[in-house]
């Protein structure tokens, strides 16, 4: 952050105090006659930059002249600010190639010197608050550049209609959304008497407050002072102290469930809470429907408005909690227990935080293992420090103000993404864009994973050594479809002239040796790791808000990425564990077959749904010869399926509701990206008749701007099916893919129909020749 910049201190009585060189951010406040009401509030746009170590990002705000003079602007800042980039309009694209071409044109120039392409990567709207509230009962100064731009978000992502903030950007307003979005927006300094506030007070009164919210909600309002303890479903730590043989031991649970329950469990058995203070006081009083003191917080463990219910709590859970609740937590649980309950939680803890460079999994666990940090060891420990300084790297700015990724950024996943679209669209091979992916070469290079963690099999962590990450090698896990996509892009580039070799094959073997840990029985691949339990342990999911969150499971976009990685690997590499990458394809792609419902579609659990899942099932069919021409009843299938959504114009459009209920539900407008997904499926396929994807490929073109760029449409991503999440570079990576393939792919039929043709004029002309 700049050395001068003011800051926001929370104090104890709720107040804030601005620190700083004049007590404001150096004329960094954009109101109509000075600082005025909340809504006028905005920083300098063209005083942000984004910083990008080695793929770490971080936003800075500058505040002096002389920095703003010493660091300009990049051309990438100013595109995800929202400001005027100052590219030029392109030659209008006659062809589809063209068209590619004139998308990387522009897209090339969002290229950050690392090598990798930045984005935001929001739509969650449960973050945030996680942040500030440690932030507030931390005592941890708030950046005042921060704080405005947070509120900025906030109040820009408020629903339009009736005040509320929902699961997601573009979900329903819920009280998990409103009651933990409007405790964000008051402890950054928002009066209640803010007409915004007030219709989001009567939306979460309508729902009916606080209690009403799932578990998460009810869990950080307790930290915050602002509800009792007891309206927590229990969260003990001594199942961590169960034998790992145990079928219901957190070591089996999906990677994200389990580190978010560690922290979790730690501070609730710890009961600890920020001291009752004036503004806590009042957030009583706002976010409850009736008065605090008359509420027996016990009786409410179990509410839920119907808007925060996606996954209601099974019987089996809820005998559990009752358990728990009235025996084991006030009668039966022994305090030599709780000690040794504690003390390993914080080892793993610990264990998380060094194997993660403090980075931590994602924006859920990262300040919760924070505020560990501070509870445990105090505000001037090394650890709580180095939380600080690294939750930084989950923070984005964009034109509507700051928000929080999903993770610390998706630079290895779109970096991949995007290298293999431009090499399958062909370029490559140019020398035009050959620096450009060199730079791509050099940043998988450094941010393969070098060394396995530290107690590797006591904190349950998977093997990871030649293994890629999500985001960066500092965050450190591994992923199986990102170690496979970037294998394959470091295939392709260096075994295509003029590209150097900066993976030794030892290095290809050892991201192999990963992959081939990630198969589960079934034949499929999970992200993180192999499925480790029963989805019986469904049943014990009490996030609420979220479906198959407890364990990992089979995906068809996981599966295509690592056996089309293991296929291309053996085109260049045959005589390495070829046995074991023969057995494993052929399991993946009987899992392939079998994953496909009868209508036709997969299943998509990373990208909105349907349309999403069916461009990697092609391509993994595809890749064994499974295609439309050599009459393959799975891909026939699939094709009828995806040409029975196309929409008249020519696109494809899906909502995240098909996410949410598994059925497919049509969005109102085609998606450029959808359109993409669902042009490269049919490419991939194979399928013979040229009208309906060209007629995609027609409504791509036509959405294309004259410097390029696509516009953002809906929102492209999804996890445990009720949450929706953004990539805004999707409307670069698969239009400049779909639009390339399609090029090739004309140009390959005309090239051999020329060739052809020359070849029986040529015999013609040496027959009538010999007769002559």
Known sequence: MS??????????????????ANGRANGSIIANGGVTALKDQKTDYTRWRLKNERGCQTWHYLETEEEVREWPQSTADKYWLGLDTEQPDLPPARTPFEAAENGLTFFSQLQLPAGNWACEYGGPMFLLPGLVITWYVTETPILESYAIEIKAYLFARQHPEDGGWGLHIEGVSSVFGTALNYTCLRLLGVEPDDPRMVKAREMLWKLGGAL?????????????????????????????????????????????MRQVFLPMSYIYSKKWSYPLN???????????????????????????????????????????????????????????????????????????????????LGPVNGPMNT?????????????????????????????????????????????????????????????????????VLDFFDDQQLAAECRDQRACYRQQRRGGWPFSTAKQGYVVSDCTAEALKCVLLLQNTPGYPTRLPPARLYAAIDVLLTMQN??????????????????HLNAAEVFGR????????????????????????????????????????????????????????????????????????????????????????RACTFLLSHQNPDGGWGETYRSCETGTYSPHSTSQVVQTAWAVIALLEAGYPDRGPVERGVRLIMARQ???????????????NKSCMISYPNYKFIFPIRALGLWAGRVLCKFVRYIHYALLYYTILYYTIHTIC
């Open 3 to 20: 050395t001068t910049q003011s800051a926001i201190r929370v104090q104890a009585n709720g107040t804030h105090k601005r620190g700083g």
């Open 212 to 256: 009403n919210g799932p578990h998460w909600a009810k869990w950080w309002l307790s930290v915050l002072g602002v509800l009792e303890w007891d309206v927590v479903n229990p969260v003990p730590p001594e199942l961590w102290l169960l034998p790992d043989w145990v079928p219901i031991h957190p070591w089996r649970w999906w990677i994200h």
């Open 549 to 636: 969150i407890m364990i990992e499971y089979d995906y068809p976009e996981c599966t295509t990425a690592v056996v089309t990685a293991l296929q291309l690997f053996s085109q260049h590499h045959p005589a390495y564990r070829a046995a074991e990458i023969a057995a494993f394809t052929a399991r993946a792609i009987a899992y392939i077959r079998a994953a496909q419902r009868p209508d036709g579609s997969w299943y998509g659990s990373w990208g909105i749904c349907f349309t999403y899942a069916a461009m990697f099932a092609l391509e993994a069919l595809a890749s064994v010869g499974d295609t439309y021409a050599s009459g393959s009843p799975h891909v026939h």
């Open 371 to 439: 505020l560990c940090s501070y509870i445990h060891s105090g505000p001037d420990s090394f650890a709580f420090r180095e939380h600080l300084k690294t939750l930084h790297e989950f923070m984005w700015m964009k034109s509507e103000g700051m928000l929080m990724n999903g993770t610390n950024g998706v630079q290895v996943w779109d970096t991949a993404f995007a290298t293999l679209a431009i090499c399958e669209a062909g370029f490559a091979t140019s020398p035009k864009w050959q620096p450009m992916l060199t730079r």
């Open 705 to 719: 701007k004259r410097n390029g760029e696509w516009p953002q449409e809906a929102i492209e991503g999804v996890f």
């Open 278 to 360: 004036d503004l806590t006081r009042q957030l009583r009083a706002e976010l409850l429907t009736q008065p605090f003191d008359s509420i027996t917080f016990a009786h409410h463990r179990n509410d839920i408005a119907p808007a925060d219910n996606y996954h209601p709590k099974s019987w089996i859970l809820l005998v559990l909690f009752w358990f728990l609740a009235h025996l084991w937590m006030p009668l039966l649980r022994p305090q030599w227990l709780v000690k040794r309950a504690e003390a390993h939680a914080w080892w793993l803890i610990v264990a998380e935080d060094e194997n993660t460079n403090y980075a931590n």
């Open 521 to 538: 029985r079934t034949g499929g691949c999970a992200s993180y790791e192999p499925t480790r339990g029963s989805p019986l342990l469904e």
